[in-house]
């Protein structure tokens, strides 16, 4: 079984301040993790991916996370929020085959 | 590459009708899975086809059915619909790798009234 916990519901931050939605999760096997954005209306987007290669992934938009096994954690972070970064946000987590498990989603405000 | 393309975009119905929506894969993707989003449940997986063959099944009742095309298209179909089948439904499409990530479409945003 797995699951993902994010741990915010909303996170609200000025335009040009640090971003940290966070995301933890439970799995049987060795994961596959991924981010995703939702703008309103839209489907989801792909901001990055970890398949047990590098701990630190890079996505688009100048966002990265950090895999920590130690910590079952896969936290999204940006230097520098932008107003266009306000959207929702979905930490999933594959585990077994075809098995994919939605965040319940953290809704990022950011105010100029 | 065309992305994911789900039609209609918008879809109003009553109580007791049936509705079909559509979904065209990322060219060259075989799989295709289906979800559900509303607001208080989140996103709910409903199903995923390969290849014409539905491979997983979320926990839904027998009135949501799919299928899949020789082309990889798919459809989703909800029969009898009730006012709690509103909500926001998205395809998603992967290529053959099985870290492969998915690709989503706009959805299709069903209201039941």
Redesign the interface.
């Known amino acids: 079984a797995q699951s993902v916990t994010q741990l915010d519901s909303h996170v609200s931050v000025s335009e040009g301040t640090p971003v940290l939605l966070r995301c933890n999760y439970s799995s049987s096997y060795s994961p596959?993790l991924?981010w995703?954005v939702q703008h309103p209306?839209?489907?989801?987007?792909?901001l990055l991916?970890y398949?047990s290669a590098a701990t630190l992934v890079k996505g688009i938009n100048g966002f990265e996370a950090e895999f920590k096994k130690s910590e079952t954690s896969f936290h999204l972070t940006k230097p520098s929020a932008h107003m266009s970064d306000a959207a929702e946000y979905?930490c999933v987590v594959?585990g077994g085959?075809?098995?994919?498990t939605?965040?319940?989603?953290t809704m990022l405000l950011v105010s100029p | 590459k065309a992305g994911v393309t789900q039609t209609p975009r918008y879809l109003i119905k009553t109580r007791g009708q049936q509705v079909t929506l559509s979904c065209s894969p990322i060219s060259g993707h075989r799989s295709v899975s289906w979800y559900q989003q509303t607001p208080g449940q989140g996103l709910q997986f409903l199903f995923e086809y390969f290849s014409e063959t539905q491979r997983n099944k979320g926990n839904f009742p027998g009135r949501f059915s799919g299928r899949q095309f020789s082309n990889s298209r798919s459809e989703m179909n909800v029969s009898t619909l009730e006012l709690g089948d509103s909500a926001l439904y998205l395809c998603a499409s992967r290529g053959v790798r099985e870290d492969s990530p998915l690709h989503f479409g706009n959805g299709t945003r069903l209201t039941v009234t």
């Not at chain 1, 085959?97 to 994919?100: E, F, G, M």
């Open positions: 596959s991924f995703y209306n839209k489907g989801l987007q792909l991916k398949t979905f594959r085959y075809s098995t994919l939605f965040g319940k989603g």
